[in-house]
């Protein structure tokens, strides 16, 4: 998978794409993550990417020409799959979602800041508009990273457990049932009996009906 992400914040990338199972993923030759700086496609003479809204209004938009010029320049060089806006208004990512994108080879994923970009990019390059959620963030930066890492996790030889992802919370629309480790007593407090039987069939009756269990609990709607 290869991921172009668009942002004027490129140094806010440095930090998640060059740690733990996104770097390693990297280093495995299974991803590919190239960040560019909307800035550098800017074509006024003092690097603006932004400008203010017609019609007047607080909050500056980022304009079309830039973003036209490094979207058109990656699309010249191969073909994507799909091109991502993140924003507020888009459609809520849930793990069906990540799932159906994980199966993408090239994607980019474009980082709204400000106020948003010229409509019109939304209009015409645009494929897919992706929320994360119902709160607000100061740009689409933080959201790209979450969108990124959700897919990266599933690409096949990414997480050394094949079988993890497919445990995940949400992977069967139930919640991961709890889990412990050693000691099997710590303070009085036990691990139960069942996980330390040795009785495979039993303690993964015992895992689902924990994960419903935990599931109706925390979150009825996910079962309707
Ligand atoms: Cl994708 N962008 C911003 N700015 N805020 C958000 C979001 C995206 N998703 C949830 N909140």
Redesign the pocket.
């Given at each position: 998978m290869r991921l172009d992400i668009i942002t004027c914040l490129p140094d806010l990338f440095d930090g998640p794409i060059n740690q733990s199972i996104v770097k390693r993923a990297q280093q495995k030759g299974l991803v590919e993550i190239y960040i560019h700086n909307l800035r550098d496609y800017s074509t006024n003479k003092h690097n603006n990417v932004d400008d203010y809204a017609f019609g007047g209004g607080a909050g500056m938009v980022l304009m079309i020409e830039p973003i036209d010029s490094c979207i058109s320049k990656l699309k010249s060089e191969r073909d994507y799959q799909e091109i991502v806006y993140?924003?507020?208004d888009?459609k809520t990512l849930n793990q069906g979602m990540a799932n159906g994108l994980s199966m993408n080879e090239n994607m980019i994923l474009l980082c709204?800041h400000y106020k948003g970009v010229d409509q019109r990019v939304r209009d015409h390059f645009i494929t897919r508009e992706?929320?994360?959620?119902?709160?607000?963030?100061?740009?689409?930066e933080?959201?790209?990273m979450v969108l990124a890492d959700s897919l990266i996790r599933l690409v096949p030889g990414v997480l050394n457990d094949e079988s993890s992802a497919l445990t995940d919370s949400f992977q069967d629309n139930l919640l991961a049932p709890p889990v412990y480790t050693r000691p099997a007593e710590y303070k009085g407090w036990k691990v139960p009996d069942i996980l330390t039987s040795g009785h495979e069939a039993k303690i993964e009756k015992w895992r689902h009906d924990e994960a419903v269990k935990r599931t109706e609990e925390r979150r009825p709607d996910l079962l309707k």
């Open positions: 993140l924003t507020p888009g709204g992706i929320s994360i959620g119902d709160y607000v963030l100061s740009g689409g933080l959201a790209a």
